[in-house]
């Protein structure tokens, strides 16, 4: 069974920079994907980017893109969010996923695994 483990949240000045992580287990990933997604409270669950693992194409929400970069390591089976020039409003847990696809896709009811999720939380 994949299993996902975020580290890297916590707490940092609008203006600021973050970067996240998403170890994965040990396999060999074909027609695979992984995501990061948040939720603010209150709100719902939204779609942030995700990364194709074998290809590399990427996938952004409007919201951060221009901002926030998303990246993998098949060495390492790791996924990262580069988060730049944070905004109060990008305050939310954010949650890796992956799943096997064929096409990369902002539905989370395609992404199969999930993290427990990492605190991120930006002040003005």
């Known amino acids: 069974q994949v299993q996902l483990v975020e580290s890297g949240g916590g707490l940092v000045q609008a203006g600021g920079s973050l970067r996240l992580s998403c170890a994965t287990s040990?396999?060999?990933?074909?027609?695979?994907?992984m995501g990061w997604f948040r939720q603010a409270p209150g709100k719902e669950r939204e779609f942030v980017a995700a990364?194709?693992?074998?290809?590399?194409?990427?996938v952004y929400a409007d919201s951060v893109k221009g901002r926030f970069t998303i990246s993998r390591d098949n060495a390492e089976n790791t996924v990262y969010l580069q988060m730049n020039s944070l905004k109060p409003e990008d305050t939310a847990v954010y949650y890796c996923?992956?799943?096997?696809?064929?096409?990369?896709?902002?539905?989370?009811?395609?992404?199969?695994?999930w993290g427990q999720g990492t605190q991120v939380t930006v002040s003005s």
């Open positions: 040990g396999r060999t990933f074909v027609n695979y994907a």
């Open positions: 996923a992956g799943g096997f696809m064929l096409v990369l896709t902002t539905r989370s009811v395609e992404y199969d695994y």
């Open positions: 990364i194709s693992w074998s290809i590399g194409k990427t």
